[in-house]
């Protein structure tokens, strides 16, 4: 299915996915598909089989062992420079994002809130 050529209602994005297919959603967070990241950083999309009408976006900069650091304002968890949070003090993920650990041992960050 493909959503090029008949567009999607108002309020979402077509959504072009790597195996070729498109389709309609909301998309929180970037619309990096439309803008393109900064340099260095690549447009992901993280998908929740639950709620196939959203999806969260991201632009992602790597980081770890190969990678250069992440910028001063943020983490790296799972590979990927992070928004940090602090799950007692306020909230300062983006609408759509949530304080979240991984595992014990992993910083808090900022994630989709499903």
């Known amino acids: 299915p493909t959503c090029e050529q008949s567009g999607c209602p108002e309020g979402q994005d077509c959504i072009q996915h790597e195996e070729g297919a498109s389709a309609c959603a909301r998309v929180i967070g970037p619309r990096c598909q439309q803008t393109p990241c900064p340099h260095g950083q690549e447009c992901k999309f993280i998908h929740a089989s639950h709620l196939p ?14 990678f250069p650091p992440c910028p001063d304002s943020q983490v790296c968890d799972g590979w990927s420079c992070k928004q940090p949070c602090d799950p007692k003090g306020p909230s300062t993920c983006d609408e759509g994002y949530r304080c979240f650990q991984r595992r014990p041992s992993s910083p808090w960050v900022c994630h989709p809130d499903w």
């Open 53 to 66: 009408d959203r999806i969260w976006s991201e632009c992602e900069q790597r980081c770890g062992d190969r």
